[in-house]
Protein backbone atom coordinates (compact mmCIF):
# COMPACT_ATOMS: atom_id res chain seq x y z
CA UNK A 1 0.00 0.00 0.00
CA UNK A 2 1.00 3.44 -0.66
CA UNK A 3 2.21 5.64 2.25
CA UNK A 4 -0.39 8.60 2.54
CA UNK A 5 2.19 11.83 2.67
CA UNK A 6 -0.27 13.92 1.94
CA UNK A 7 0.07 17.45 4.11
CA UNK A 8 -1.43 17.53 7.23
CA UNK A 9 -2.35 21.65 8.40
CA UNK A 10 -2.07 22.58 11.74
CA UNK A 11 -5.58 23.86 11.31
CA UNK A 12 -8.30 24.30 8.88
CA UNK A 13 -11.00 27.00 8.00
CA UNK A 14 -14.59 25.98 9.24
CA UNK A 15 -16.62 26.58 6.16
CA UNK A 16 -19.96 27.25 5.63
CA UNK A 17 -22.39 25.38 3.28
CA UNK A 18 -21.45 26.67 -0.15
CA UNK A 19 -25.05 26.98 -1.34
CA UNK A 20 -26.94 28.21 1.97
CA UNK A 21 -24.22 30.88 1.56
CA UNK A 22 -25.19 31.40 -2.04
CA UNK A 23 -28.40 32.02 -1.03
CA UNK A 24 -27.70 34.58 1.34
CA UNK A 25 -25.19 36.12 -0.96
CA UNK A 26 -28.47 36.30 -3.17
CA UNK A 27 -30.24 38.24 -0.75
CA UNK A 28 -27.89 40.20 -0.19
CA UNK A 29 -27.46 41.69 -3.75
CA UNK A 30 -31.35 41.97 -3.59
CA UNK A 31 -30.94 44.08 -0.64
CA UNK A 32 -27.95 46.04 -1.54
CA UNK A 33 -27.00 46.88 1.57
CA UNK A 34 -23.85 45.19 2.01
CA UNK A 35 -22.44 46.75 5.53
CA UNK A 36 -23.23 49.63 8.32
CA UNK A 37 -24.93 47.51 10.39
CA UNK A 38 -27.47 45.68 7.94
CA UNK A 39 -29.92 42.60 8.20
CA UNK A 40 -27.00 39.94 8.56
CA UNK A 41 -24.88 41.90 11.16
CA UNK A 42 -27.77 42.44 13.55
CA UNK A 43 -28.84 38.43 12.84
CA UNK A 44 -25.35 37.57 13.56
CA UNK A 45 -25.10 40.02 17.03
CA UNK A 46 -28.24 38.42 18.13
CA UNK A 47 -27.03 34.42 17.69
CA UNK A 48 -23.80 35.05 18.80
CA UNK A 49 -25.38 36.80 22.44
CA UNK A 50 -27.62 33.28 22.34
CA UNK A 51 -25.15 31.11 21.60
CA UNK A 52 -22.46 32.52 24.08
CA UNK A 53 -24.63 32.91 26.41
CA UNK A 54 -23.85 36.44 27.40
CA UNK A 55 -26.01 40.53 27.07
CA UNK A 56 -24.54 42.19 24.18
CA UNK A 57 -22.04 41.82 21.34
CA UNK A 58 -20.54 44.22 19.17
CA UNK A 59 -19.11 42.88 15.95
CA UNK A 60 -16.14 43.99 14.14
CA UNK A 61 -13.64 43.51 11.42
CA UNK A 62 -11.10 41.54 13.50
CA UNK A 63 -9.73 40.93 17.02
CA UNK A 64 -6.86 43.37 16.83
CA UNK A 65 -9.56 46.44 16.48
CA UNK A 66 -11.98 45.28 19.44
CA UNK A 67 -8.55 45.30 21.92
CA UNK A 68 -7.28 48.48 20.69
CA UNK A 69 -11.21 49.84 20.60
CA UNK A 70 -11.57 48.85 24.45
CA UNK A 71 -8.79 50.84 25.90
CA UNK A 72 -9.97 53.50 23.91
CA UNK A 73 -13.49 53.08 25.11
CA UNK A 74 -12.29 52.71 28.73
CA UNK A 75 -9.57 55.48 28.81
CA UNK A 76 -6.99 53.08 29.97
CA UNK A 77 -3.73 55.14 29.80
CA UNK A 78 -0.14 54.81 31.83
CA UNK A 79 0.74 51.28 32.73
CA UNK A 80 -1.15 47.80 31.64
CA UNK A 81 -0.59 44.49 33.49
CA UNK A 82 -0.47 41.71 31.04
CA UNK A 83 0.90 38.49 30.03
CA UNK A 84 4.05 38.11 27.13
CA UNK A 85 2.47 34.80 26.69
CA UNK A 86 0.12 35.73 23.39
CA UNK A 87 -0.20 36.67 20.12
CA UNK A 88 1.47 39.52 19.31
CA UNK A 89 -1.65 41.81 18.77
CA UNK A 90 -2.73 41.88 22.22
CA UNK A 91 0.70 44.02 23.44
CA UNK A 92 0.52 45.72 20.06
CA UNK A 93 -2.90 47.19 20.77
CA UNK A 94 -1.25 48.55 24.22
CA UNK A 95 1.26 50.04 21.88
CA UNK A 96 -1.31 51.62 19.65
CA UNK A 97 -2.70 53.31 22.71
CA UNK A 98 0.52 54.88 23.75
CA UNK A 99 0.22 52.34 26.99
CA UNK A 100 3.51 50.81 28.33
CA UNK A 101 3.01 46.74 29.04
CA UNK A 102 4.38 45.30 31.75
CA UNK A 103 4.44 41.50 32.00
CA UNK A 104 4.03 39.23 34.40
CA UNK A 105 4.54 35.75 34.15
CA UNK A 106 1.99 33.14 33.58
CA UNK A 107 0.79 29.59 35.67
CA UNK A 108 2.93 26.10 34.47
CA UNK A 109 -0.24 24.38 34.03
CA UNK A 110 -1.93 26.61 31.86
CA UNK A 111 -0.03 29.54 29.84
CA UNK A 112 -2.72 31.96 31.42
CA UNK A 113 -1.25 34.74 33.34
CA UNK A 114 -0.30 34.25 37.11
CA UNK A 115 -2.49 36.11 39.64
CA UNK A 116 -0.32 35.62 42.47
CA UNK A 117 2.14 37.34 40.44
CA UNK A 118 0.26 40.72 39.63
CA UNK A 119 -0.16 42.52 42.88
CA UNK A 120 4.07 43.28 42.82
CA UNK A 121 3.69 44.65 39.17
CA UNK A 122 1.27 47.23 40.24
CA UNK A 123 2.66 50.69 40.50
CA UNK A 124 0.39 54.58 40.77
CA UNK A 125 0.43 54.24 37.09
CA UNK A 126 -1.43 51.04 36.52
CA UNK A 127 -4.84 51.46 35.13
CA UNK A 128 -5.64 48.02 33.87
CA UNK A 129 -4.74 44.22 33.64
CA UNK A 130 -5.59 42.51 30.10
CA UNK A 131 -5.17 38.68 30.61
CA UNK A 132 -5.24 35.99 27.51
CA UNK A 133 -7.68 33.16 28.09
CA UNK A 134 -4.51 30.97 26.54
CA UNK A 135 -6.03 28.18 24.38
CA UNK A 136 -9.21 28.93 25.92
CA UNK A 137 -8.40 27.18 29.22
CA UNK A 138 -10.02 30.24 31.33
CA UNK A 139 -7.79 32.44 33.39
CA UNK A 140 -8.43 32.62 37.28
CA UNK A 141 -11.02 35.13 36.87
CA UNK A 142 -11.98 35.45 40.35
CA UNK A 143 -9.03 35.93 41.77
CA UNK A 144 -8.12 38.47 38.95
CA UNK A 145 -11.14 40.98 39.84
CA UNK A 146 -10.17 40.31 43.35
CA UNK A 147 -7.06 42.39 42.65
CA UNK A 148 -8.59 44.80 40.43
CA UNK A 149 -11.37 46.05 42.43
CA UNK A 150 -8.81 46.42 45.42
CA UNK A 151 -6.78 48.54 43.33
CA UNK A 152 -9.05 50.24 41.28
CA UNK A 153 -8.13 48.66 38.29
CA UNK A 154 -9.94 48.12 34.54
CA UNK A 155 -10.09 44.10 33.56
CA UNK A 156 -10.02 43.61 29.39
CA UNK A 157 -10.06 39.73 28.57
CA UNK A 158 -8.84 39.09 25.67
CA UNK A 159 -10.63 36.11 24.64
CA UNK A 160 -9.65 35.29 21.00
CA UNK A 161 -8.93 31.72 21.98
CA UNK A 162 -12.46 31.18 24.08
CA UNK A 163 -14.94 30.83 21.93
CA UNK A 164 -18.33 29.36 23.69
CA UNK A 165 -15.59 28.39 26.84
CA UNK A 166 -17.79 28.07 29.83
CA UNK A 167 -17.37 27.71 33.48
CA UNK A 168 -20.05 25.92 35.41
CA UNK A 169 -22.52 26.48 32.59
CA UNK A 170 -21.54 30.55 33.06
CA UNK A 171 -19.48 31.88 29.37
CA UNK A 172 -16.03 32.87 30.29
CA UNK A 173 -16.84 35.90 28.21
CA UNK A 174 -18.79 37.26 31.09
CA UNK A 175 -15.56 38.49 33.13
CA UNK A 176 -13.98 41.48 33.63
CA UNK A 177 -14.92 44.85 32.23
CA UNK A 178 -14.83 43.93 28.14
CA UNK A 179 -13.39 40.87 26.90
CA UNK A 180 -12.53 40.75 23.02
CA UNK A 181 -12.73 38.15 20.59
CA UNK A 182 -11.32 37.07 17.13
CA UNK A 183 -13.09 35.23 14.44
CA UNK A 184 -10.32 34.55 12.53
CA UNK A 185 -9.85 31.94 9.70
CA UNK A 186 -7.56 29.87 11.84
CA UNK A 187 -9.96 30.19 14.89
CA UNK A 188 -12.27 27.70 16.09
CA UNK A 189 -14.71 30.23 14.80
CA UNK A 190 -14.62 32.17 12.36
CA UNK A 191 -16.14 34.90 9.91
CA UNK A 192 -12.54 34.68 6.91
CA UNK A 193 -11.76 38.00 9.20
CA UNK A 194 -13.75 39.28 12.04
CA UNK A 195 -14.16 39.51 15.53
CA UNK A 196 -16.41 41.07 18.55
CA UNK A 197 -16.41 42.98 21.34
CA UNK A 198 -18.55 41.19 24.51
CA UNK A 199 -20.08 43.61 27.04
CA UNK A 200 -22.42 43.97 30.05
CA UNK A 201 -24.83 46.85 29.55
CA UNK A 202 -26.51 48.75 26.80
CA UNK A 203 -24.40 52.16 27.00
CA UNK A 204 -21.34 50.57 27.14
CA UNK A 205 -22.66 48.67 23.39
CA UNK A 206 -23.84 52.02 22.24
CA UNK A 207 -20.62 53.43 23.05
CA UNK A 208 -18.76 50.83 21.43
CA UNK A 209 -20.54 50.62 18.42
CA UNK A 210 -20.09 54.55 18.18
CA UNK A 211 -16.28 54.49 18.12
CA UNK A 212 -16.32 51.23 15.31
CA UNK A 213 -17.96 53.94 13.13
CA UNK A 214 -15.70 56.88 13.16
CA UNK A 215 -17.75 58.12 16.23
CA UNK A 216 -21.16 59.13 14.44
CA UNK A 217 -23.77 58.79 16.72
CA UNK A 218 -26.33 59.93 13.70
CA UNK A 219 -25.79 61.55 10.40
CA UNK A 220 -24.74 64.60 12.02
CA UNK A 221 -23.56 63.84 15.09
CA UNK A 222 -19.88 62.79 16.07
CA UNK A 223 -19.41 62.03 19.98
CA UNK A 224 -15.87 60.38 20.14
CA UNK A 225 -12.63 60.24 17.63
CA UNK A 226 -13.68 56.67 16.00
CA UNK A 227 -12.39 54.24 14.22
CA UNK A 228 -13.82 52.42 11.01
CA UNK A 229 -13.54 48.62 11.92
CA UNK A 230 -17.11 47.81 11.04
CA UNK A 231 -18.16 44.14 10.09
CA UNK A 232 -19.70 44.14 6.47
CA UNK A 233 -22.90 41.78 5.92
CA UNK A 234 -21.04 38.97 3.16
CA UNK A 235 -18.70 38.32 6.74
CA UNK A 236 -21.83 38.38 8.86
CA UNK A 237 -23.99 36.07 6.77
CA UNK A 238 -20.99 33.81 6.61
CA UNK A 239 -20.76 33.60 9.53
CA UNK A 240 -24.11 32.85 10.26
CA UNK A 241 -23.57 29.70 8.80
CA UNK A 242 -20.42 28.43 10.17
CA UNK A 243 -22.12 29.47 13.51
CA UNK A 244 -24.42 26.11 13.07
CA UNK A 245 -21.38 24.21 12.35
CA UNK A 246 -18.96 24.80 15.56
CA UNK A 247 -20.92 22.76 17.70
CA UNK A 248 -19.91 19.80 15.57
CA UNK A 249 -16.55 21.14 15.14
CA UNK A 250 -15.88 21.41 18.84
CA UNK A 251 -16.81 17.77 19.30
CA UNK A 252 -14.73 16.46 16.54
CA UNK A 253 -11.65 18.68 17.65
CA UNK A 254 -12.48 17.20 21.45
CA UNK A 255 -12.12 13.79 19.85
CA UNK A 256 -8.90 14.25 18.41
CA UNK A 257 -7.78 15.87 21.51
CA UNK A 258 -8.73 12.55 23.96
CA UNK A 259 -6.88 10.78 21.03
CA UNK A 260 -3.75 13.03 21.30
CA UNK A 261 -3.93 12.74 25.18
CA UNK A 262 -4.38 8.78 25.42
CA UNK A 263 -1.01 8.00 23.23
CA UNK A 264 0.79 10.90 24.61
CA UNK A 265 0.49 10.58 28.12
CA UNK A 266 2.75 7.72 28.54
CA UNK A 267 6.01 8.93 26.62
CA UNK A 268 8.45 10.47 28.05
CA UNK A 269 9.42 14.19 28.31
CA UNK A 270 6.15 15.02 26.50
CA UNK A 271 3.46 16.84 28.86
CA UNK A 272 -0.13 17.62 27.67
CA UNK A 273 -2.55 20.11 29.91
CA UNK A 274 -5.62 18.21 30.70
CA UNK A 275 -9.05 19.41 31.04
CA UNK A 276 -10.27 21.45 33.72
CA UNK A 277 -12.96 20.16 35.68
CA UNK A 278 -16.61 21.83 34.78
CA UNK A 279 -15.22 23.36 32.16
CA UNK A 280 -16.45 23.53 28.39
CA UNK A 281 -13.26 23.43 26.39
CA UNK A 282 -13.26 24.43 22.45
CA UNK A 283 -10.03 22.55 22.47
CA UNK A 284 -8.83 25.32 20.18
CA UNK A 285 -5.15 24.54 20.29
CA UNK A 286 -3.73 21.20 21.52
CA UNK A 287 -0.28 22.23 23.08
CA UNK A 288 2.44 19.70 24.28
CA UNK A 289 5.76 20.50 26.09
CA UNK A 290 8.79 18.76 24.84
CA UNK A 291 11.55 18.38 27.33
CA UNK A 292 14.71 17.84 25.39
CA UNK A 293 16.84 15.99 28.35
CA UNK A 294 13.75 13.37 28.83
CA UNK A 295 12.68 13.15 25.43
CA UNK A 296 16.11 12.80 23.69
CA UNK A 297 14.87 15.18 21.06
CA UNK A 298 14.82 19.42 21.50
CA UNK A 299 11.63 20.92 20.65
CA UNK A 300 12.60 22.12 17.53
CA UNK A 301 13.99 19.04 15.88
CA UNK A 302 10.93 17.27 16.77
CA UNK A 303 9.18 20.00 14.91
CA UNK A 304 11.71 19.54 12.26
CA UNK A 305 11.26 16.42 12.17
CA UNK A 306 7.05 16.70 11.96
CA UNK A 307 7.36 19.22 9.01
CA UNK A 308 9.81 16.47 6.87
CA UNK A 309 7.28 14.16 7.71
CA UNK A 310 4.50 16.95 6.10
CA UNK A 311 2.85 17.82 9.28
CA UNK A 312 2.82 21.07 10.26
CA UNK A 313 2.60 21.72 13.81
CA UNK A 314 3.38 25.60 15.45
CA UNK A 315 5.43 26.98 17.87
CA UNK A 316 2.44 29.08 19.48
CA UNK A 317 3.35 31.40 21.27
CA UNK A 318 7.28 31.60 20.76
CA UNK A 319 8.83 33.44 20.82
CA UNK A 320 7.52 35.50 23.73
CA UNK A 321 6.13 39.00 23.06
CA UNK A 322 8.43 40.79 25.69
CA UNK A 323 11.22 38.91 23.09
CA UNK A 324 10.85 41.31 20.43
CA UNK A 325 13.25 44.11 19.96
CA UNK A 326 10.34 46.75 20.09
CA UNK A 327 9.40 45.60 23.74
CA UNK A 328 12.30 43.27 24.91
CA UNK A 329 13.72 46.76 26.33
CA UNK A 330 11.12 47.15 29.23
CA UNK A 331 12.16 46.43 32.62
CA UNK A 332 9.36 43.40 32.97
CA UNK A 333 10.51 41.82 29.32
CA UNK A 334 13.91 40.44 31.46
CA UNK A 335 13.29 36.75 31.34
CA UNK A 336 14.52 36.68 34.89
CA UNK A 337 11.07 38.07 35.45
CA UNK A 338 9.33 35.68 33.27
CA UNK A 339 10.74 31.72 34.02
CA UNK A 340 7.86 30.07 32.90
CA UNK A 341 6.47 31.67 30.32
CA UNK A 342 10.04 31.07 29.01
CA UNK A 343 10.42 27.45 29.70
CA UNK A 344 7.22 27.19 27.98
CA UNK A 345 8.04 29.00 24.93
CA UNK A 346 10.63 27.37 24.75
CA UNK A 347 9.28 23.97 24.86
CA UNK A 348 5.97 24.33 23.33
CA UNK A 349 4.74 22.65 19.84
CA UNK A 350 0.33 22.74 19.22
CA UNK A 351 -0.05 20.02 17.41
CA UNK A 352 -2.57 19.86 14.08
CA UNK A 353 -6.12 20.84 15.60
CA UNK A 354 -9.12 21.07 13.34
CA UNK A 355 -12.79 19.69 12.66
CA UNK A 356 -11.40 18.02 9.65
CA UNK A 357 -8.64 15.47 11.05
CA UNK A 358 -9.05 12.18 10.03
CA UNK A 359 -8.43 9.23 12.53
CA UNK A 360 -5.27 8.53 9.80
CA UNK A 361 -4.24 12.09 10.28
CA UNK A 362 -4.00 12.04 13.93
CA UNK A 363 -2.13 8.41 13.85
CA UNK A 364 0.29 10.22 11.46
CA UNK A 365 0.80 12.89 13.79
CA UNK A 366 1.56 10.57 16.87
CA UNK A 367 3.87 8.51 14.81
CA UNK A 368 6.14 11.23 14.71
CA UNK A 369 5.58 11.71 18.46
CA UNK A 370 5.91 8.42 20.01
CA UNK A 371 8.46 6.47 18.49
C1 LIG B 1 -5.83 35.80 16.72
C2 LIG B 1 -5.54 36.58 17.96
C3 LIG B 1 -5.69 37.96 18.03
C4 LIG B 1 -5.92 38.82 16.81
O1 LIG B 1 -7.02 38.55 16.11
P1 LIG B 1 -7.14 38.98 14.56
O2 LIG B 1 -8.53 38.62 14.24
O3 LIG B 1 -6.14 38.16 13.81
O4 LIG B 1 -6.87 40.43 14.48
C5 LIG B 1 -5.51 38.60 19.24
N1 LIG B 1 -5.17 37.92 20.34
C6 LIG B 1 -4.97 36.58 20.32
C7 LIG B 1 -4.60 35.89 21.59
C8 LIG B 1 -5.12 35.88 19.13
O5 LIG B 1 -4.88 34.55 19.10
Not at 1 to 22: A, G, Y
Given at each position: ??????????????????????E?????????????N??????????????????????????????????????????????????????????????????????????????????????????????????????????????????G?????????????????????????????????T????????????????????????????????????????????????????????????????????????????????????????????????????P???????????????Y?????R???????????????????????????????????????????????????????????I??
Open positions: MEKNNSKITVTSPLLPNLEEFSMLRDIWSRKWITNGEYHKRLEAALCEYLKVPYVSLFTNGTMPLITALQALNISGEVITTPYSFVATTHSLWWNGIKPVFVDVEPDTGNIDPAKIESAITKRTTAIMPVHMYGTPCKTKEIQKIADKYLKVIYDAAHAFGVEVNGESVLNAGDLSTMSFHAKVYNTVEGGAMIMHDVETKRRIDYLKNFGFKNEVEVVAPGINSKMDEIRAAYGLLTLRRVDDAIEKRKAVANKYREHLRGVKGITCWSDVPGVRHNYSYFILVDEEQYGMSRDALEYMKSNVMSRRYFYPLISSFAIYSGLESSDPRNLPVATEIANKVICLPMHHGLSDEDVARVLDCVR
